[in-house]
């Protein structure tokens, strides 16, 4: 059992920047976060979950959604168990609830069914 907790949302304007961290703990030492890859995922309201970005485990492999590509950038550091998500030139349709998900031995999945550990989501807003 792998349990994830996201921080950092709250309201940007437009042009800004948020950074969201996804921290995970396990029960045993199995659940070892070197084991998974690390997907974030937003929801807008009405609107089914979408792919934003992935990371595998040592950072090799990353991919990103286009409306997001050269405005997020993503990162981990095992040590702390910790991925992080910089969002840079924030903009209005950014504007959703932010949840990190984690996949057991991937290179990291654009589908949210691959997932099997979730936070609770970070509210992002992005308004003037």
Not at 97 to 110: D, I, K, R, T
Request: a neutral charge; one cysteine or more.
């Amino acid at each position: 059992q792998v349990y994830l907790v996201e921080s950092g949302g709250g309201l940007a304007q437009p042009g800004g920047s948020l950074r969201l961290s996804c921290v995970a703990s396990g029960r045993t030492s199995r659940d070892s976060f070197r084991d998974y890859a690390i997907g974030w995922f937003r929801q807008a309201p009405g609107k089914e979950r979408e792919f934003v970005t992935s990371i595998n485990w040592n950072g090799e492999t990353i991919y990103y959604a286009d409306p997001v590509r050269g405005r997020f950038t993503v990162s981990r550091d095992n040590a702390k168990n910790t991925v992080f998500l910089q969002m840079n030139n924030l903009k209005p349709e950014d504007t959703a609830v932010y949840y990190c998900g984690a996949e057991y031995l991937s290179p990291g999945s654009f589908s949210h069914l691959d997932y099997i550990y979730w936070g609770r989501g970070t509210q992002v807003t992005v308004s003037s």
